[in-house]
């Protein structure tokens, strides 16, 4: 994904029964990035933590982090996440890939 602007939904999808899964483990990695920022997930049913999923401080980074997420609701999709870039700065631009390598069940 590239952004295009600071906040991105993007819907999980895998082999799992979305009513029954709760959380997801995922492997995260920004590459070309520019300026220094960061990446938070979080459910995309809830107002943005102050949190960080993955850091970065220089242009054309590429770097990987892992984590947890819970997953939310949103427009009637179960197992969607918010990607948000930070800090609002327009200069400030990467891609990313979030790779899922596990999920929790309810």
Same mark, same amino acid.
């Given at each position: ?80 996440? +918010? ?11 990467? +891609? ?11």
């Amino acid at each position: 994904f590239f952004f295009s602007s600071r906040r991105r939904h993007t819907r999980l999808q895998g082999d799992w029964s979305s009513d029954v899964c709760s959380s997801d483990l995922y492997n995260l990695t920004v590459t070309n990035t520019r300026g220094w920022g960061f990446l938070s997930l979080y459910p995309a049913d809830i107002l943005r933590p102050d949190i960080s999923s993955i850091n970065w401080t220089t242009n054309y980074q590429t770097i990987a982090n892992g984590g947890i997420v819970a997953i939310g609701d949103w427009g009637g999709f179960y197992g969607a996440v +918010e990607v948000y870039l930070g800090p609002d700065d327009s200069s400030v631009t990467t +891609e990313y890939i979030i790779d899922i390598t596990g999920y929790f069940i309810l």
